[in-house]
């Protein structure tokens, strides 16, 4: 009875662990397209300012998955840091790779969508698995 008990409420856990890693997506979505859309406006090339307004999501990312979703509230060492730039530099030549052959097909907006849901489950698998999974 306690073991199923205890796999309820691991369950539970991850189901609210699942809703704080999508709406801190949300939120790092709503920066990446934020500095994008900045940066494509004032005249840089889209594929430069894809890289920097991905970035300020990814510390975005960081700071709130760490300390809210996976509720680690230890100082960010240095493994885990690069740990979370390798789930990330991936997710970002992903990003990349499927945003530059469908830009001129889709246009830049359809392509940057596209390439983020990509690239927001890699982040997903990546974070939950590997970068702030609990010894």
């Known amino acids: 009875m306690m073991e199923r008990q205890e796999k309820q409420d691991?369950?539970?856990a991850g189901i609210i662990q699942f809703i704080k890693f999508n709406l801190v997506g949300i939120v790092n979505t709503l920066v990446d397209f934020s500095v994008f859309t900045v940066l494509t406006f004032f005249g840089m090339y889209y594929?430069?300012?894809q890289v920097i307004s991905y970035s300020c999501g990814v510390v975005n990312s960081f700071m709130m998955n760490k300390y809210w979703t996976f509720g680690d509230k230890s100082t960010p060492h240095g493994y885990e840091i690069f740990k979370f730039i390798a789930v990330n530099g991936v997710s970002l030549a992903v990003s990349l790779s499927i945003l530059y052959p469908i830009k001129p097909v889709l246009g830049?907006?359809?392509?940057?969508?596209?390439?983020?849901?990509?690239?927001?489950?890699?982040?997903?698998v990546g974070s939950k698995l590997w970068v702030f999974k609990k010894a």
């Open 108 to 124: 830049v907006l359809s392509a940057k969508i596209i390439a983020t849901l990509f690239s927001m489950m890699i982040n997903f």
């Open 47 to 49: 594929m430069a300012a």
């Open 10 to 12: 691991n369950s539970k």
